[in-house]
């Protein structure tokens, strides 16, 4: 048995079973079938969409295969349901996500598909955000996104701020709207931290209501974004890095916690000082 043929046996099979589970969902969806899951909406599936992809998410960050393939058949569920309940409504179905995703993987791989040529891995980045931008060009030109059109529409603001932060800033550097150093951001970030502090000096107590929530809300805002292009800029993916951080804060406050614990004294009775020293601690044991 040839290696072609060994190849083409085993899409079929893909094929077969790929087919399989499209069909369950439709009996799912169908007379008799489950009533959770035929009274669903697009709408009511959207947290369940949201839910599924960070549980990818955090199979990635623990480095699990098996949790990793449980997780994508959970995502791939949902996209399952939303092409059925597309199907029903006569407006697509699966065959159309198929189909559109082929046709953009053919169109953003000229390279691979056509006759260009790029040398590298960074080429081929070159490139797609080349082809991206012309795509969106003409989006803009028909008015497709999002009604009247403009450079930064598609930026689904559903997405978690950070990610939202992170691709308006690469989107506006498309067309040279950017910093040309890191140290310039450096500079803007040192600004918008200045202006965090004259917000709560002018307005005083902490206390002192919306007007105060709101004036140092906003300039806590810009100092996010400031922090999001800074990352962007020096190569750092800023939801990763601020996850890595998370995952370090949680190590090094569970050490704090287990070593109070053997002392005898619960957290909640512990004194800042003890805190602070033994998180001092933690900082050496748990990187």
Known sequence: MNEQHTKTQGSLDVGRRFAHVVELVARLRGPGGCPWDRAQTHLSLRPYVIEEAYEVAEALDEQDPRALCEELGDLLLQVLLHSEIGREAGTFDISDCIDGLSAKLIRRHPHVFGGERVEDAAGVERRW?????EERNRAVQEGEEGGAGGWLEGISLARPAVQ??????????????????????MDKVREELQEVADALQERGDPDGGAAFSEAVAEEVGDLLFAVVNLARLVGVDPEGALAGANRKFIRRFGYMESELKKRGIPLDNASLDEMEALWQSAKKVCR
């Open 129 to 133: 955000a080349q082809i991206k931008a």
């Open 164 to 185: 939202v932060a992170y691709r308006l800033g690469k989107r506006a550097a498309e067309v040279g709207f950017d910093w040309k150093d890191p140290r310039l951001v």
